[in-house]
């Protein structure tokens, strides 16, 4: 009876072992049902002077036409993305427009900019982020895609595909939430609105 019930435990503890190292960082933390569909490899070594994040050569590194599923309150990485003509790309995917650091716009990772939950395209729709830190929110209209798919051109600034599950927003957005901007990401949550 003792040796059945320490078997069980042993069991229990396995699966649940096995549960909580499953979803680990990067590939597989994309939840659900959303795998990545490829891979994009490090080929050049043309990266821009300062660019902080280019294709490392001979490494590779996932794309995704997915994102995780949406919710009421879809958790997402906050990062910093400045939508004027400098040198961070053209004009923007939803309204081929710049737009001034002071405007509340966002960009969306591809799988949630395009199709996900419902064939609903989100460009030039606004969404409500929160900022886990402290509860503060601000609705933002999405201007733009977070190129989850290609990366690692040229066109792409020699930088690694966008994650699935990332909000790009402008300087306006993390003024808004209150947010230092030199610690470069943070937790989120957004939802339609
Ligand atoms: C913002 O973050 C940076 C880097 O962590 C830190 O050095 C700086 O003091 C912070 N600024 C404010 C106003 O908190």
Redesign the pocket.
């Known amino acids: 009876m003792a040796n059945t019930m320490l078997l069980a435990v042993f069991a229990l503890l396995q699966v649940m072992c096995f549960l909580s190292t499953s979803p680990v960082h990067g590939v597989s933390a994309a939840a659900g049902s959303c795998h990545a569909s490829g891979y994009v490899h490090g080929k050049e070594t043309r990266c821009p002077k300062g660019s902080p994040d280019c294709c490392v050569v001979g490494k590779s590194y996932p794309r995704f036409r997915c994102s995780p599923p949406v919710s009421a309150k879809t958790p997402a990485i906050l990062t910093l993305k400045v939508f004027d003509n400098g040198e961070d790309g053209g004009p923007t995917s939803c309204d081929m427009r710049f737009h001034r650091n002071t405007e509340l716009v966002v960009a969306l990772s591809s799988g949630w900019l395009r199709l996900d939950g419902g064939a609903r395209r989100r460009c030039n729709g606004r969404i409500r982020v929160a900022a886990a830190a402290n509860g503060r929110s601000v609705v933002a209209r999405v201007v733009d895609e977070c190129d989850s798919v290609n990366g690692c051109r040229e066109e792409d600034g020699y930088s690694p595909p966008c994650r699935n599950n990332v909000v790009g927003g402008s300087p306006a957005v993390w003024k808004k939430l209150g947010l ?5 990401e943070f937790e989120v949550t957004w939802s339609d609105v």
């Open positions: 230092n901007e030199s610690v470069g």
